[in-house]
């Protein structure tokens, strides 16, 4: 017969086997699962809203009578510079053209979305023009979301970049600063979101 002391021996060792096991199994469900980033969002899924359907083929999402595509979600997560963006919603057909935010309203849905899809940054559909800045739309801009810092640690925008910065991006918290507002040399490339 096997002692006291045997027993706790062989039953402390199958503890031990159980919580490696159980350690083991809650390891393996971690590397199965899908990391938290825009690349691993699906495609062509609506976030709140929207379809599709209509005169804007292709929508993502909608808000305040506008309808809106993200690129991320169909080509691939490519990023384009700032002309071929434009050109990807020109493309889209059906009225779709890169974004203009003209309220603050459609500034805090786009913020939201930002985050939401964990994105670092995207580009606006927003130019300069002479001594101002324009939308696609013609609608007016106000400039509702400037950042207070940048690369030079000045006010946006800053036009820091030699040959000029005349490309309105949003930046999600790049220079700890919240999702703001950038003007960024139109030749980096971001995803974009165009709207409809």
């Not at 402390?12 to 490696?20: D, G």
Request: hydrophobic share 30%.
């Amino acid at each position: 017969p096997l002692s006291s002391y045997q027993v706790i021996l062989t039953y402390l060792y199958r503890m031990k086997v159980v919580i490696l096991l159980v350690c083991v199994a809650a390891v393996a469900a971690q590397f199965r699962r899908r990391p938290q980033s825009f690349r691993s969002r699906p495609q062509s899924r609506p976030s709140s809203g929207g379809g599709g359907g209509g005169s804007c083929p292709g929508a993502d999402d909608t808000n305040g009578g506008s309808s809106y595509h993200y690129s991320w979600r169909h080509d691939g997560n490519r990023k384009y510079p700032a002309g071929q963006a434009v050109s990807y919603c020109n493309r889209l057909g059906g009225g779709w053209k890169a974004i203009s935010i003209e309220d603050s309203s459609e500034n805090s849905f786009v913020s939201r979305v930002i985050s939401g899809e964990r994105l670092d940054y995207i580009w606006t559909g927003g130019t300069k023009s002479g001594s101002g800045w324009r939308w696609p739309s013609g609608g007016s801009f106000r400039g509702l979301a400037w950042s207070h810092t940048g690369g030079a640690q000045r006010p946006q925008p800053d036009n820091r970049e030699s040959g000029g910065e005349n490309c309105l991006a949003i930046l999600n918290n790049f220079y700890r600063d919240g999702v703001k507002w950038h003007d960024v040399g139109c030749s980096h490339q971001k995803p974009i979101i165009c709207e409809c």
